[in-house]
């Protein structure tokens, strides 16, 4: 009713697009979940600047439906959780994914302005 000139449907744009983001990366359950649903059209790719739960940006590296880098930015700091679908490695901090019911998770305490690169093992 707002909107009279097609093709544009504010709910059905927006959510297309928070559709995709989701698909990507998803922050619930305190959790940031990196390519939870990734298509298996979408081989190898890259998305940058997703801001996750806690105030946390991420940007996302992948090849072959799988991580190769992760780059998390924490804005604010605090403890995070990263949630994946392979084991990785956060090198700065000599941490490895430890293997879950539903993938792999590593945990450490952010720095406020630090950012952190996870990698594929």
């Given amino acids: 009713m707002f909107d009279a000139h097609p093709p544009f449907q504010i709910d059905g744009n927006f959510a297309g697009t928070a559709g995709v983001t989701e698909m990507l990366l998803q ?5 940031i979940h990196l390519l939870p649903a990734l298509p298996d059209a979408w081989k190898i790719g890259a998305v940058k600047g997703l801001v996750a739960r806690g105030n946390f940006e991420v940007d996302i590296n992948w090849n072959d439906g799988k991580i190769i880098t ?3 930015l924490a804005k604010n700091g605090g403890n995070c959780v990263v949630r994946t679908n392979q084991p990785v490695a956060l090198k ?4 490895k994914s430890t293997p879950s019911v539903i993938g792999y998770t590593i945990s450490f305490k952010a720095e406020k302005g630090k950012v952190y690169l996870i990698q594929s093992l």
Avoid: F, G, V
């Fill in 70 to 72: 992760a780059k998390i």
């Fill in 92 to 95: 700065q901090l000599n941490l």
């Fill in 27 to 31: 922050s619930q359950n305190n959790e």
